[in-house]
């Protein structure tokens, strides 16, 4: 009678069998799905292409994080300048300027009720400043769906959270008193504003975590994207350890952002390319390359910095280090247009109401699309 100890070897001899099995089974598909089963003769003749409408000028220095306001009628912009501006969305005013303790910022995001904005970047720590005394959100709608009369009268800091070893690359509000980080020590972090608490720490990724997004369906979920080849989806409930893991990219993962359906996500990365991943098959689903996009510092794809969806799902963004956007179709991966920069852009974001494109430049500049 065999032993347990060999019982137990027969066992993983299985599951590694089994393991080769699948892993061959996917190499023998395609991994741009939706392409292949897609005609590209489709609405080419109803195509309708964005253009710029406003340039925000304010900013002294590069401008690295940028985010659309809950009810799309602000914007704010974090940049090397020292200071987080909100603009007015439409006529391009700065409504306030905040002066931050660190010019190295990397990251910015506003809380769904307006009251709070945060940043983070080289300083380690993530930095939440109060904008107003009182709840901005109309409380006669129980929704919250609708924002009105915001008034940011408060540039002060409320609350500094530190516990990371490493730079802030991003820091997304779950609600108004929880916040999650992500950082050049490996980790990401959820906090309790109010607290000053570590909630939760993520710890899986072998390198550094350079973009995370939360999931607009279930907020316990979110995907990170990391230096070290992978993006984890995880459960905020479950810290232990990852839920799903995609390893298909070839270089370091710049930035990731869930699909319209909250099943898929899209991220891009230093291999010059932006995939498309699904949760629930677990595999990828498409591709979005252009082999002539050439990096200006070598002979390199561009590195792809930032990524995000049409409300409809429609078109793909992503921006590159040489100053290209590019519109992609989401079926086909057909590159539909190229918002051209002067210079390389670090971030991009489409507005909650699906009508505008948000850009931030090297060039100091910000710019709109619709």
């Given amino acids: 009678m065999s032993s347990i100890k060999e019982q137990l070897e027969a066992c993983q001899q299985i599951c590694y069998q ?3 099995k699948v892993r061959q089974l996917r190499e023998q598909t395609a991994k741009n799905i939706l392409s292949q089963l897609t005609t590209k003769q489709n609405n080419n003749n109803r195509r309708y292409v964005p253009q710029m409408r406003v340039e925000f000028q304010g900013h002294f220095g590069k401008i690295y994080g940028l985010d659309w306001g809950p009810d799309s009628k602000y914007l704010l912009t974090a940049s090397q300048d020292g200071k987080l501006i909100i603009w007015n969305s439409v006529t391009s005013h700065k409504v ?3 002066p931050l303790n660190n010019d190295w910022v990397m990251a910015c995001s506003f809380c ?3 009251e709070l904005v945060a940043s983070g970047g080289l300083d380690n720590t993530v930095t939440i400043h109060k904008l107003s005394g009182g709840n901005n959100v109309d409380n006669n709608n129980n929704n919250n769906n609708n924002i009105n009369n915001v008034r940011f009268r408060d540039q002060s800091v409320y609350k500094t959270l530190e516990k990371h070893e490493g730079f802030i690359s991003s820091c997304k509000f779950l609600d108004s008193n929880t916040i999650l980080s992500g950082s050049g020590d490996s980790r990401c972090i959820l906090w309790n504003i109010e607290k000053k608490s570590c909630i939760n720490t ?3 990724h072998n390198g550094d975590v350079m973009s995370i997004a ?3 369906k279930n907020s316990n979920l979110f995907v990170s994207a990391s230096i070290d080849m992978t993006a984890k989806v995880w459960d905020i ?3 232990d350890r990852s839920a799903i893991n995609f390893n298909a990219h070839t270089k370091d993962i710049n930035c990731v952002q869930w699909f319209v359906d909250n099943d898929a996500f899209i991220s891009g990365s230093d291999d010059g390319t932006v ?6 098959c677990f595999r990828q689903l498409n591709e979005y390359v252009d082999e002539s996009n050439i990096s200006i510092h070598g002979p390199d794809l561009a590195s792809a910095s930032s990524v995000d969806v049409s409300k409809t799902g429609s078109y ?6 040489n100053g290209n956007v590019f519109m992609w179709n989401t079926l086909t991966a057909e590159k539909i247009t190229n918002f051209k920069h002067p210079n390389r852009v670090s971030s991009l974001a489409v507005s909650g109401d699906g009508f505008a494109l948000a850009t931030g430049c090297w060039d100091h500049i910000m710019r709109t699309y619709a």
């Fill in 275 to 280: 995939r498309m991943f699904d949760t629930k």
């Fill in 202 to 204: 993520f710890q899986e």
């Fill in 112 to 114: 769904p009720n307006y």
């Fill in 316 to 321: 793909i963004f992503s921006s590159y280090d």
């Fill in 18 to 20: 089994l393991k080769q």
């Fill in 237 to 239: 409930r479950t810290g």
């Fill in 96 to 98: 306030i300027a905040i």
């Fill in 214 to 216: 939360i999931n607009k």
